[in-house]
């Protein structure tokens, strides 16, 4: 090989810098990509708008960060944020709040008094109400959050959004059904026909609920249509549901609304029931396919997904 001039080499560097973008040599330089630079490439490639007004944006840390790893979670809880740092990631890409709240911010969100409105609403305050004394919680947390440097990123809005729908895929994957899955439509699935309470020995086992689970229907009804609802459910999506399905399995919804409806539904000779395990426990596999999808639009670093788990247990 022949040896390059000190002055070929200067044109061809400045050629180079020339055609490549700034970004491009900056990440080339540092070998890193900003957790800006990955919201930015969610956004492109989710598909469809962005919504203006949305809970998804950066609720921690600084976006200029440079991304080490990507963690996926429901909900990032102190535990998941400690499994994080383990694994040496510190961008958290998140379903749920941060911050107990939808304010999602690192105090208490103020409370929001009801005085003499018209029909029953809150009558505006004269003058702003004060800010809640800081909570050792939310202290604690955000502390934790500042220590290690870490970056949250919510993915909420949007991601339930993209079609097909990522929760109920990451549900039907989780228990095993995905070839019985259409793949426009994993929010329905029809199974080799079983008993209710057979099938919810099945969804325990495969989610690990610990004691977040609760049933509507007869244990011996025989089940083969499932429709999945993920998350939080309003009556609508109940009524939309039921009529094609034998049983709904859903994370949460109002006890007066569709689980009423379902029990007087079996009070009336109707053979349907309802599966309830949990808002954070039916949206978790939903954030397991997107740690997937994520390694095929960052592949500069590593995705992976963090279980919340369920949060409650169940008395002996």
């Known amino acids: ?79 998941v944020l400690g499994r994080a740092v383990k694994e040496g990631a510190n961008l958290i890409v998140t379903c749920e709040p941060t911050f107990f709240a939808k304010a999602d911010t690192p105090a208490p969100p103020v409370r929001r008094g009801f005085g003499p409105g018209a029909a029953g609403r ?28 870490l970056v949250v990123w919510r993915l909420s809005d949007h991601w339930r959004l ?22 426009d439509d994993p929010g329905h699935v029809s ?48 009524l939309a549901a039921l009529p094609d399905a034998d049983v709904i399995i859903a994370g949460e919804v109002r006890e007066w609304e569709s689980v009423e409806y379902v029990r007087d539904t079996v009070a009336l000779g109707g053979k349907k029931a309802l599966i309830l395990v949990g808002r954070i426990v039916s949206e978790d596999p939903g954030m397991q396919v997107c740690a997937q999808w994520l390694k095929t639009i960052v592949p500069e670093v590593a995705s992976m997904w963090v279980p919340v788990s369920d949060p409650y247990w169940r008395p002996i």
Do not use: C, Y
Request: no cysteine.
């Open 122 to 149: 809150a009558a505006p305050p004269e003058t702003p109400p004060s800010p809640p004394p800081s909570d050792p919680v939310f202290s604690a947390k955000d502390a934790f959050l500042r220590k290690h440097n």
């Open 162 to 183: 993209r079609t097909p729908d990522p929760f109920s895929q990451g549900l039907v994957n989780t228990l095993g059904w995905s070839k019985l899955a259409g793949a």
């Open 191 to 238: 199974i080799a026909e079983t008993s209710l309470d057979v099938l919810v020995s099945h969804v325990k086992k495969s989610l690990k609920s610990r004691g977040g689970m609760r049933i509507v229907g007869d244990p011996q009804l025989r089940v083969r249509k499932v429709a999945f609802l993920p998350g939080s459910t309003p009556i609508q999506a109940s």
């Open 1 to 79: 090989m022949q040896p390059i001039s000190r002055r070929k080499f200067v044109a061809l560097t400045a050629a180079g810098v020339a055609a490549a973008p700034l970004a491009g040599i900056a990440r080339s330089i540092s070998g890193a990509i900003t957790a800006q630079e990955v919201a930015d490439r969610i956004k492109k490639n989710l598909g469809g708008d962005w919504k203006p007004e949305t809970v998804d944006t950066f609720k921690a840390g600084d976006p200029s960060t440079a991304v080490t790893g990507i963690v996926t979670t429901a909900l990032p809880s102190l535990d």
